[in-house]
């Protein structure tokens, strides 16, 4: 665990493994840990790098507004400080939009790009998901009603009626988030403001799009939106929703380690 200077934030990371470098860039809510299960099996094969976008976890958090240009940028520097040339990189969510962006600005470092319940753009009703949480969050001032009201967004009705104590520790995870409210808001704002649709045919790496049949948030429009990136393969978990890794969790691990088996260089 380190941390490194990147312009005016410090950017908090874990690393584990050797090989090909992987790059794990989290989502709207939470932090690197979000990526705990993964990055420990992945760190089997590969040189894996999660760390905390700044405005969450132990990076810089200040209220100030921040595209998900910005976030590309701060996580190439990153990646410069680590010397890492050239990787796969694999978001969620928020994550997702990041990384697109990193591979319209500097294609020759992204290897391949996996986008995980992610979207170029969000449709409407994506769109007002996302405000309706983060206006819980702005009305109460409350992470514990923020988490209340939108852990059902999350996961699938089947899950979530099927997996009660399961929603109980995410909803326990989001209510007990520390960050600074404002950063939240303003990332919930850029994800809104995220719009790459007209550029992806400019996405030339492999790419790998991961969705949840029944996510609300980045849902099966935004999902086909996302495959106009020529070539890209597109797998389904048909019957979750935003969270599909924590639903189906060795599906996704056995499609991410087929995926990066097939994909990294010699």
């Known amino acids: 665990m380190a941390s490194v200077r990147v312009g005016d934030n410090e950017l908090f990371y874990v690393e584990q493994g ?32 999660a760390f905390d976008n700044r405005g ?13 240009e910005e976030l590309a940028r701060d996580t190439l520097d990153l990646m410069d400080q680590l010397e890492v040339e050239r990787a796969h990189v694999i978001g969620r969510s928020m994550g997702g939009a990041i990384a697109q962006h990193m591979v319209l600005l500097e294609p020759e470092r992204v290897e391949t790009l996996v986008l ?19 206006e819980v969050l702005e009305w109460t001032g409350s992470w514990e009603d923020h988490a209340r009201h939108s852990v059902q967004n999350f996961v699938s009705t089947g899950f979530f009626n099927e997996h009660q104590e399961q929603v109980a520790q995410i909803e326990q995870l989001i209510g007990g ?90």
């Open 116 to 134: 995980c319940a992610s979207f170029a753009r969000l449709d409407p009703v994506g769109a007002r998901v996302l405000m309706n949480m983060r």
């Open 56 to 68: 969450a976890g132990r990076s810089t958090q200040r209220d100030e507004p921040v595209t998900t």
């Open 177 to 266: 988030e520390t960050r600074l409210q404002a950063c939240y808001v303003q990332q919930n704002h850029a994800c809104l403001e995220h719009d790459t649709l007209d550029r992806l045919g400019e996405v030339g790496c492999p790419t790998l799009i991961l969705a949840g049949g029944r996510d609300p948030i980045c849902s099966p429009t935004a999902t086909q939106w996302l495959g106009r990136i020529r070539g890209s393969e597109t797998i389904l978990f048909e019957g979750s929703s935003h969270f599909f890794l924590l639903e189906e969790p060795e599906r996704f691990m056995q499609t991410i380690e087929e995926w990066l088996e097939r994909r990294t260089p010699a």
């Open 18 to 49: 050797s090989g090909f470098p992987v790059v794990l860039i989290h989502g709207l809510a939470g932090d690197h840990t979000a990526w705990t299960p993964q990055l420990q099996r992945l760190a089997i094969r590969h040189r894996v790098i």
